[in-house]
């Protein structure tokens, strides 16, 4: 099983980028799907998640009306699109599965795990 997470970059204040984590080795639709973020000096924290079934998402109160989390199935894909990204955005972030998984922000929870991307949001 593994996960690659790609897209991010440098941006400026009020830009977007669209993360995307790539699944090999696995049914994604059997899978809950999370992005997690872990800034310096910080733990890694929960910013999106989209369960398997009907796909229902939940955010971090810190993204919410900023980011969207969405899956292809066919393409065995999850994206995140970010928007109004500001410099507290700025982190390194991973994608993870659960399977069977309800979409939760539990670290624990998720099995597998994507290598990062850096994100920096900076003028």
């Known amino acids: 099983v593994q996960l690659q997470a790609s897209g991010g970059g440098l941006v400026q204040p009020g830009g977007s980028l669209t993360l995307t984590c790539a699944a090999s080795?696995?049914?994604?639709?059997?899978?809950?799907i999370g992005w997690f973020r872990q800034a310096p000096g910080k733990e890694r924290v929960g910013v999106a998640s989209?369960?398997?079934?009907?796909?229902?998402?939940h955010y971090a109160d810190s993204v919410k009306g900023r980011f969207t989390i969405s899956r292809d199935n066919a393409k065995n894909t999850v994206y995140l699109q970010m928007n109004s990204l500001k410099p507290t955005d700025t982190a390194v972030y991973y994608c993870?599965?659960?399977?069977?998984?309800?979409?939760?922000?539990?670290?624990?929870?998720?099995?597998?795990w994507g290598q990062g991307t850096q994100v920096t949001v900076s003028s």
């Open positions: 993870a599965a659960d399977l069977y998984g309800s979409g939760t922000s539990d670290n624990s929870d998720y099995a597998y």
């Open positions: 989209i369960s398997l079934g009907d796909g229902s998402t």
């Open positions: 080795g696995l049914t994604m639709d059997h899978y809950a």
